[in-house]
């Protein structure tokens, strides 16, 4: 199982930036993909962006051209820089990584909340 903690949430006016942050308990280049997810209140949980281990991304089409997911110098850290914020993109945003040696193992962060004010 990996350990992962997020950060870096809080509320933005709309236009605004945030950028989050993942710690894993294990160096990122261990896990196969780890990605962001976001659950607006109502609404299903949704894949926001993902990163694999050569570092491919993907992203979700409301948020290409907006959001960023990287990984940082440290080796345990996945951010996500979110530009351009909507009121829309209000959400409990949530890290997820998944290892597969085997079996496939899938790990959720606590979430971080982002709210944005029109």
């Known amino acids: 199982q990996v350990q992962l903690v997020e950060s870096g949430g809080g509320l933005v006016q709309a236009g605004g930036s945030l950028r989050l942050s993942c710690a894993a308990s294990?160096?990122?280049?261990?896990?196969?993909?780890m990605a962001w997810y976001r659950q607006a209140p109502g609404k299903q949980r949704e894949l926001v962006a993902a990163?694999?281990?050569?570092?491919?991304?993907d992203y979700a089409d409301s948020v290409k051209g907006r959001f960023t997911i990287s990984r940082g110098n440290a080796k345990n850290t996945v951010y996500l820089q979110m530009n351009s914020l909507k009121p829309e993109d209000t959400a409990l945003y949530y890290c997820?990584?998944?290892?597969?040696?085997?079996?496939?193992?899938?790990?959720w962060g606590q979430g971080t909340q982002v709210t944005v004010s029109s």
């Open positions: 990163i694999t281990g050569p570092g491919n991304t």
């Open positions: 997820n990584a998944v290892v597969r040696a085997g079996a496939t193992m899938t790990s």
């Open positions: 294990r160096t990122i280049f261990s896990i196969n993909v």
